[in-house]
């Protein structure tokens, strides 16, 4: 198990790579730089900034550093790659691995991206985790419930519910829940800075909700699904012909076994609903890493828009070995296959 | 364990749903917003950016430095240039030194003494390569300022010696002297803006990159001091006690930074927010609700909006071609209709009631006299048009309707099918650059105005060696000698005609459809009093020149 979880880890260092050049290359395809205002700057002050952020380096390989420095006699080497690699692309692969994920260009190198993923990171989290929660705690129980009463008036509702769930956009959900709660039950719309600090902090609960409508709603639909084909196998029958009480049999024999393709999909969802969404961000105003991340690429801020793509990267390969871990205790025939 | 009935499945499904919900609901509402006597809730779109007065240019960065700071001069609600930090300023003979006389006893909200050494640090700072602040331009008439900026910070002999040569100093504690590369007697209007902010040396080097976030580094001369900052959710103020001017009647001002403004406006209607900016596609809404419809305040701010065309391409090189585009621009229906009303119709540049405007009825909406220009035109008619190509920003969401109904109103009344090319905004800004590749028409151009002085609408903008009219190929050398002429004369007297007649100059060349001038709507709470709305405040009514008196009185 050991062996198989480094191995995972390890393969994360390609996939950054590779997050990082193909980011990299459609960033610089887009027209328009970071020092790019609407009242222009002066032509002098552009050329400086883009000395002290390097931007004026080349972005893949600097051949011309390198043929310069061979016509200048230099064999060695290390330092022939070294003026090579001297690029916009390899500087800042070589910051990414001694985890410095370089300053925020819209705040002119004033902030680090790593400060930012620090500051804004836990509230897109929090956020995320009471989404994937709700999604859990409601859709597993309604999809059960709705198998279980296939047909019948409950499982009508149930699904009309989760059809809702899918087709209602958060933006209008979230509107419309802001809107009631302040005009039926006098709750602001506007929380306080203070009320994002906390870990266990109320302001999580409604946007968190929001959030996880949608995902809410699959699960349900999944579990229904599933627990319906399981219904079927033969082992419910022996187990129910055993004598084994209802009870028993929905949780220990159906439950468990629909649950697979559920757990398969809640991983990939998690890191989905982590990572921030600039529309609940925007209407219930958490300062959280989406709509920061969305917001760089108008404003071509190259570092942010790179590191935070890392690090989701790195997020979503993370909730997947999560995700592969916890098959095992969930189906023996994959745990001893390892 | 019996078989449970049908209505318990249902109960405890509908349950799981309402118990999750509920227990949201009930402990969502003890967030509720503490409501001070005397703090005015300003909501506020965008949090910026960079608060830090030597490296911003938006005014939402400006609309938090300004309550924090002030500069040498400020403007009265009739946006004449008056004294701020500076209690007076005398030229020379020739208008290239400026000479501040500061107020004596002049201080920080803190009580520690203001110096006119802070003013040059100001200065100095903004000039700073080493800074990289995105306005460094609007003081390059001031001596050395533009060598400064243009030097390689890692040349440390010639950064030393071009620091050494600005032309800016400080001789005793009240005086500071400004030596200008040409006359410009605009300049102690330039003393007005964010880059003259005396933020702290040694503050800004004890914070480091990010000073600007703790409030406690901000220490500031403004009616009101910055104390706290949150990052994208809120930044409060308290009244300054130490303000020169006297102590302001409120105790102190929030901004709530949301960036939904139907969200914001359902927060004032709870009574969470005194002032709203109301978003464009919000306006019907609060127009028709009898509840809001009382509270709106609405006023012109210093922003012209034209139909942008490159002057170096076909057709638009053709002078009757733009006349009949200009003439074909319904722009009562635009602002009115098409954009719900945020805007008001213009057909000059400067902002009518802005000093050196002028108003003209030339190339107002037309359609016959549209017609008979284009035919006019060496092209005689729109079948011998090159194709035409209408740019615009598809940042807004809004802009691809307004395109679609401008496109539609040429082809009614022109007869030109015009192709639209949406544009992400940084490409858009991109394109804009020269005019190789600057749109051949796009809809809008235009310029938010820095400081109330037509050298800032027409010299910086139209003259032949502007950056802007460069870019698109506008030169007028008749424009030029005029303007040059009015920049370098102290008497406004005889400045202001020689303006006007350059903005005739400018109404007749069309060098792009004048359209609109932008508006701000807000909706103000029933409490608030003590403030007049001015072009200015391009975020909310009474923001520069109010805010000693702006009141609320909460019942």
Redesign the interface.
Same mark, same amino acid.
């Given at each position: 198990m050991l062996q198989f979880i480094i191995h995972r880890l390890l393969w994360l260092i390609p996939v950054i790579i590779v997050v990082a050049a193909v980011t990299f290359a459609l960033m610089l395809r887009a027209p328009g730089g970071p020092w790019d205002l609407e009242k222009p700057m002066p032509p002098s002050a552009i050329e400086n900034l883009n000395k002290q952020f390097g931007l004026d380096k080349p972005v893949w390989f600097d051949t011309q550093g390198f043929s310069d420095a061979r016509d200048a006699g230099v064999r060695n080497p290390i330092t022939l790659a070294g003026e090579l690699l001297d690029t916009q692309f390899f500087n800042y692969l070589g910051r990414v691995f001694r985890g410095d994920l370089g300053p925020t260009y819209a705040s002119v190198g004033s902030e680090s991206v790593q400060d930012v993923i620090k500051d804004k990171f836990p509230v897109s989290l929090r956020i995320g985790l009471v989404a994937i929660t709700f999604a859990v705690l409601v859709g597993i129980p309604l999809g059960l419930i709705s198998a279980l009463r296939q047909n019948t008036s409950v499982d009508y509702v149930c699904m009309f519910l989760s059809t809702l769930g899918i087709a209602v956009p958060t933006f209008v959900s979230g509107l419309i829940l802001l809107i009631f709660m302040s005009r039926m039950l006098n709750i602001s719309p506007i929380r306080r800075p203070d009320e994002w600090h906390g870990f266990f902090s109320t302001a999580y609960l409604l946007p968190g909700m929001v959030l996880g409508l949608g995902t809410t709603a699959y699960v349900t639909r999944l579990t229904r699904a599933s627990v319906l084909e399981i219904k079927q196998q033969d082992f419910i029958r022996t187990a129910r012909a055993k004598g084994l009480s209802r009870t028993n049999v929905t949780i220990k024999h159906i439950l468990r076994n629909a649950l697979l393709p559920v757990i398969t999909i809640i991983g990939p969802a998690a890191a989905d609903l982590i990572t921030g969404s600039i529309i609940i961000e925007n209407i219930f105003g958490a300062p959280g890493l989406g709509s920061s991340f969305v917001t760089s690429i108008g404003k071509r801020d190259y570092s942010m828009l790179v590191g935070v793509t890392i690090f989701y990267a790195s997020l979503i390969a993370l909730a997947n070995i999560l995700v592969d871990i916890s098959y095992g205790f969930l189906d023996p025939r994959i745990r001893t296959s390892r | 364990?019996g078989k449970p009935a049908?209505g318990r /499945? @249902?109960l @405890? /499904?509908?349950m799981?749903?309402v118990m999750? !919900?509920g227990? /949201? $609901?009930m =402990? $969502?509402?003890?967030?509720?917003? /503490?409501q001070d006597a005397k703090i005015l809730r300003v909501h506020q779109v965008t949090f910026p #950016?960079?608060a +830090?007065p030597h *490296?911003a240019?938006f005014s939402n960065e400006i609309a938090i430095l300004a309550l924090n700071y002030e500069g040498l001069t400020r403007q009265d609600s009739e946006l004449n240039t008056v004294p701020a930090a500076a209690e007076s300023w005398d030229f020379n003979e020739d208008l290239t030194e400026l000479t501040f006389h500061l107020r004596a006893g002049l201080t920080y909200s803190d009580g520690s003494p203001l110096t006119a050494e802070r003013f040059r640090f100001a200065v100095e700072r903004t000039c700073d390569?080493n800074t990289?602040?995105? &306005?460094?331009?609007i003081l $390059?008439d001031i001596v050395g300022c533009?060598e400064f %900026?243009? =030097? #390689?910070?890692?040349d440390t002999a010639a950064y030393d010696a071009a620091k050494a040569a600005l032309g800016v100093s400080a001789p005793d504690d009240q005086t500071l002297v400004v030596n200008l590369v040409a006359p410009a007697p605009y300049f102690p209007t330039v003393a007005s803006l964010w880059v003259f902010y005396p933020a702290q040396q040694e503050l800004i080097e004890q914070g480091g990159? +990010?000073w600007?976030k703790d409030p406690a580094l901000q220490l500031g001369n403004g009616p009101f001091q910055m104390t706290?900052f #949150? +990052?994208? @959710?809120?930044v409060g103020f308290t009244a300054n006690e130490y303000y020169w001017g006297g102590r302001a009647l409120l105790d102190g001002i929030e901004y709530? &930074?949301?960036?939904?403004s139907?969200?914001?406006i359902?927060?004032w *209607? !709870?009574g #969470? @927010?005194d002032i709203v900016d109301v978003d464009a596609a919000q306006i019907p809404v609060v127009t028709s609700d009898p509840a809001l419809s009382a509270n709106v305040v609405q006023y012109a701010v210093a922003s012209t909006y034209t139909l942008s065309m490159n002057l170096t391409q076909a057709p638009f090189d053709d002078i009757k071609v733009r006349e009949a585009f200009s003439k074909a621009f319904d722009r009562e229906t635009y602002c009115g209709i098409i954009r719900n009303g945020d805007c008001t119709p213009t057909l000059s540049w400067i902002p009518v009631g802005l000093p050196g405007s002028i108003e003209t009825d030339l190339f107002g909406f037309d359609p016959e006299g549209a017609v008979a220009a284009l035919a006019e035109s060496s092209y005689g008619g729109a079948e011998n048009l090159p194709p035409i190509t209408l740019y615009f920003s598809s %940042?807004d969401t809004a802009n691809t309707a307004r395109a679609e109904w401008v496109a539609g109103q040429f082809r009614d009344i022109l007869g030109v099918e015009i192709t639209l090319a949406p544009t992400?905004?940084?490409?858009l800004?991109?394109?804009r650059?020269e005019p190789s590749t600057f749109p051949q028409l796009l809809l809008v151009g235009g310029w938010i105005q820095d400081y109330p002085d037509p050298q800032n609408w027409l010299s910086v903008y139209f003259t032949c060696d502007a =950056?802007f009219a460069q870019r698109f190929g506008y030169c007028n050398e008749a424009f030029d000698e005029l303007v040059n002429q009015a920049d370098q004369l102290a008497d406004p007297a005889e400045r202001m005609p020689l303006y006007q007649q350059a903005s005739e100059i400018l109404v007749n060349d069309i060098p792009g459809p004048f359209l609109y001038n932008g508006s701000q709507v807000s909706l103000v709470a029933d409490g608030v009093t003590g403030f007049t709305a001015t072009p200015l405040d391009v975020e909310w009514p009474g923001q520069f020149t109010s805010l000693l008196t702006i009141d609320i009185e909460r019942s």
């Open positions: - | 364990m049908k /499945a @249902l @405890l /499904a509908i799981s749903i999750v !919900a227990g /949201a $609901f =402990t $969502f509402g003890q967030g509720a917003v /503490a #950016d960079i +830090d *490296r240019s390569p990289a602040g995105q &306005y460094p331009s $390059f533009a %900026n243009g =030097t #390689d910070p890692a990159e +990010d600007w706290s #949150d +990052d994208t @959710l809120q709530v &930074y949301q960036g939904e139907s969200i914001a359902e927060a *209607r !709870a #969470d @927010l %940042n992400e905004g940084t490409a800004v991109e394109l650059k =950056t």
